[in-house]
């Protein structure tokens, strides 16, 4: 009769921490570990154990109650290393971490990583009426229309999701905001009508 699994699937591969750090010598300070969760990122995701600290064995051992360690480890994830160290205890059980050979470290630490911060412009153009009623407004008071208005744009400045900042002067954005509808999601209600 075959075996019939109940339950959620896992995708670890790998071993537990206390697996990895109670067969190395000094529990492995100095070392690099990773996730096999982070293999699917370009950049190289790892942690560099600082400090170990073992908990004891519990004393009914089950799926879900296994042994677990405490570990200060300095993160680097996407490239990006952490300001300050981190504790991991939580998720040390998870069978999910691998060891990097010590001849394979600095190839897997080489980061390369690209500025990603967006840069956006201080102004944008008036929609097409708004500019229209404003130049109208100008010629009536009898002032120089000019057709250069500007809207200064106001940006979320807490926003901790995305790194961007406003162009300074002479500077160029490298991201471009366009007036109108972009692309439709159904192009073909459009077909005849210019955007």
Known sequence: MPYKYIGRTT????????????????????????????????????????????LPNPETVSFDNVRKVRV???????GKVFPS???MESATYKADYRLIPKDEEEKFCKTVVKDETKIFPKYFEFPPVMKELILRDMKAEGSDATDELKLEIVYNRISRKTKYRITEDGEKPNVEIVMGLGKPAAPSLYEGVKL
């Open 11 to 54: 995708d670890f591969k790998g071993k537990t921490l206390w697996e990895i750090v109670g067969n190395l010598k000094n529990f492995g300070i100095g070392r690099i570990i990773t996730r096999g969760m982070y293999e699917r990122y370009p950049e190289p995701s790892y942690f560099k154990i600082l400090k170990v600290e073992t």
């Open 72 to 78: 200060w480890v300095e993160k680097t994830f996407r």
């Open 85 to 87: 160290p981190i504790i």
